[in-house]
């Protein structure tokens, strides 16, 4: 075992104060931000000054202060794509407004251009938090490394210059400066960062490795098998960037309606107007027929149909500990049909811990003695497995006696001198040492470690004085609700999870069988999972990936949605995913789910109510005379009544009942299509 090694659960946090001031900081950089925060307090401004029955010419000048703020880039871009003969939604949403302060109702128009000005802030905010976790993914890989020359010279060189077939020398707890195989040395190598394998795997001549895993106590020379541009870190940044750029074109089902709504919209309201004077009708009556049709017939409460019920569940599920990053993952979670599971830090914590003592027969010694003595040898080691150890000792009230005489070998274990007695905790390759006190004694100690290695399970030998006394057998404990989370996922989206993972198929296996998963796929790299997602949409299924580690952030990225588990998720995989489970409490996976269906159906109600209310009203200003105040007002009071029914989610009970439904989703849509 290495002495050098942290363990996961010793990560220390940034503080939240200057994090959360350097991320405020980045959102002011992006213009798209600044002007929409300007919009907002100028909305906000008008409001108060309207309430306070400040004169007309005060509010009004503050809502048209802010359509300009909000609305200049929106109309510019409408602008732009009516060039290009497309007709921006944005565009219409302006026009709208325009038109709405055109007949007095300036606080609607301005509160459109509020909606749309902060959305696409968020989205710009959004995309750069993205770029730049895949940015820093890079620095994962040391930007300089050692290379060994014919006869034993040294150079540091950078590690963009290193060719195949190099020599290079990583000294204990250094990071790997290139993708390569060992040829000389051992040590134990946290690779986590790409395979997901919750413990350092120890690495031996032949053995392969990867740029940027941080390795043991050992010295490891390394022959370069590909060039830095190849290796599997700088893979997994291409294939983030390459299946985020084709997620950002999903867009929400309400979009894909509204251009060619739009488009009706505008050639009903032209043909209104332009129609009856050609017949030599009365200017100002087709006028005011004209703009009332505008102003009823205008998506605005279409557009407040989607996105009050989707906004309400965001929060609602923010406020459970869960941070929905937009109304598209929203509405899009809730037509998922088979969710995949990574194993090391999702199913499971993430860290070892002891789960068995055994004390050998014809052994003078009790369990507690066995567990203090043996993490009285592991305390000054920093590796994963000691740490377990130590806890353990811990966890039981022991005291813990002082080491001396430390020493670490990798691949072995630590040997020290516990209160007087030499005192070896290791691998079990050393039952293979006969001399040890008894090849009976050993035996035994076989068919324990035989036995919790069948199971998945690590164990270490611990010896005393050069006699075997027991084994302690170790393994990543399972979230207590797992297995819960994962039947009530079968039930929702009416198909049985799968498991990806990087670790050893017996151990991916067996734990498997423990949460009711048999399709289980292992020993997988990070680009034979975005394999396997892309496998499973091509078979017409909607993927809904759950994980926590940068070898799972190509896969969330592949996926037509990712959901991190954030407390001990890394970087990269929080910014990838399109949610993040704040609390690591993988139970609430099921529920935001549920959510998000119960907000779509929502939507679809409101849709309805709004469609029907827009009908009406057109018919009426079509086949009779629609007075435009009665206009208005119908208009407003749909759009009022779906913002209503859509809040309703933001109640606690909507949260309560979610993850109660047990009826698989049916969907024939795609999302990254």
Known sequence: MSSTLSSPATRTAAPAGPARAHRLGGMLTLPEVRWAALATALFAVGGTSQLLDAPAAVYWALYLACYAAGGWEP???????????????DLLMIVAAIVAAAIGQVLDGALLIVIFSTSGALEAFATKRTQDSVKALLDLAPERATRLLDGGAEELVDTADLEVGDLILVRPGERIGADGHVVDGASDVDQATITGEGLPVVKEPGDEVFAGTLNGTGALQVRVARPAEES??????????????????TQLFIEKVEQRYSLLMVTATLALFFIPLALHGALQPTLLRAITFMIVASPCAVVLAT???????????????????????????????????????????????????????????????????????????????????????????????????????????????????????????????????????????????????DQGRTAVVVVVDHRPVGVLVLADRLRTDATDTVAQLRQLTGTAPVLLTGDN?????????????????????????????????????RVLLVGDGVNDAPAMAAAHLGVAIGRHGSDL???????????????????????????RKV?????????????????????????????????????VIVGLNGLRLLRKAAWRRAGSSTAPVISTARTNE
């Open 232 to 249: 599997v870190v700088a893979r997994i940044v291409a294939m983030v960037d390459e299946a985020s750029a084709t997620k950002a074109t």
């Open 505 to 541: 198929a017996s151990v991916a296996r067996r734990l498997g069988t423990e949460v009711g998963i048999t399709d289980v796929r292992a020993e997988l790299l990070p680009a034979d999972k975005v394999t396997a997602v892309r496998a499973m949409q091509q078979q017409g299924s």
């Open 307 to 453: 996105m009050p019920p989707l906004l309400s569940a965001i929060a609602n599920a923010g406020r459970h500990g869960v941070l929905v990053k937009s109304a598209v993952v929203m509405e899009q979670l809730g037509l998922s049909d088979i969710v995949a599971f990574d194993k090391t830090g999702t199913l499971t914590e993430g860290t070892p811990r002891v789960t068995e003592v055994h004390v050998l027969p014809e052994v003078s010694i009790s369990q507690d003695q066995l567990l203090r003595l043996a993490a009285g040898a592991e305390r000054p080691s920093e590796h994963p497995l000691a740490a377990a150890i130590v806890r353990a000792a811990h966890d039981r009230g022991l005291t813990i006696p002082a080491a001396q005489d430390f020493s670490s070998a990798p691949g072995r274990g630590v040997s020290a001198t516990v209160e007087g007695l030499g005192v070896h905790v290791s691998s079990p390759t050393v039952l293979a040492d006969l001399s040890l006190g008894g090849g009976a004694i050993a035996a035994r100690a076989a068919t324990v470690v035989a036995a919790a290695q």
């Open 603 to 639: 939507v679809v109600a409101n849709l309805i109510t709004a469609g029907v209310v827009i009908a009406g009203l057109v018919i009426w200003d079509l086949v009779g005379t629609l007075p435009l105040p009665l206009g208005v007002a119908g208009h407003e009071g749909s759009t």
């Open 75 to 89: 109309a510019l871009a409408g602008l732009r794509a009516l060039r290009n003969r497309t007709l921006d939604v």
């Open 573 to 599: 995989a929080l910014e990838t995913a399109d949610a993040v489970i704040v609390r690591d409490e993988l139970s609430t996976v099921p529920k935001v789910v549920d959510l998000a269906r119960r907000a």
